[in-house]
């Protein structure tokens, strides 16, 4: 018969109630806005309801996931800049409402900004956007694995958002 820790038998209200500190301290050092931070602990928490007879340990489980779950949190907060970045490039290749000029000029701050860029990032982009290739395509074009192209999308979107930003071109908050 294995001994179980104490901290199984408790409830997960006695458990919460004993980590709040450490909980607090997690959701701070990770810089977990305060109306995101009760999302996080909930999906944290679900996830322990549905693996809790396979968990030794539940307090340290929970400060595991929940670190974890704060790593995903701006993982995904970034991709959500980079998301914007990709509609704002697919629109401004697009045909625009906007007057010829701005979109003149937003093309060519575009353009600046991507010339400086690697030219591995420069490359596709020019497939990806201008030619209209899928990023399957664009592996292939460039000589990548397909699955890796979309890691390298990424930093390469990545890049071109921080420069996006730091010359105003887009908004860098990431609200929904």
Request: charged letters at 30%; proline letters at 5%.
């Amino acid at each position: 018969m294995t001994v179980l820790d104490r901290s199984q038998t408790l409830p997960i209200e006695d458990i919460l109630e004993d980590l709040q500190p450490r909980i607090r301290s997690v959701f701070s050092r990770f810089r977990i806005p305060p109306h995101d931070a009760e999302d996080v602990l909930q999906q944290t928490l679900l996830t322990y309801l549905y693996k809790r007879d396979s968990i030794y340990d539940p307090k340290r489980w929970l400060m595991g996931a929940l670190r974890n779950r704060c790593r995903l949190y701006w993982r995904a907060r970034r991709r959500k800049v980079y998301t914007a970045v990709d509609k704002v490039l697919l629109e401004s290749v697009a045909t625009s409402e906007s007057s010829p000029q701005d979109s003149a000029d937003f093309l060519r701050d575009l353009n600046s900004l991507l010339a400086e860029l690697p030219s591995r990032c420069r490359s596709l982009f020019q497939l990806r956007y201008r030619q209209g290739y899928e990023a399957p395509e664009v592996a292939k074009k460039l000589g990548y694995k397909a699955s890796s192209i979309y890691k390298i999308s990424e930093r390469c979107m990545s890049a071109l958002t921080r420069r996006m930003v730091d010359c105003g071109l887009v908004d860098g908050g990431c609200d929904d």
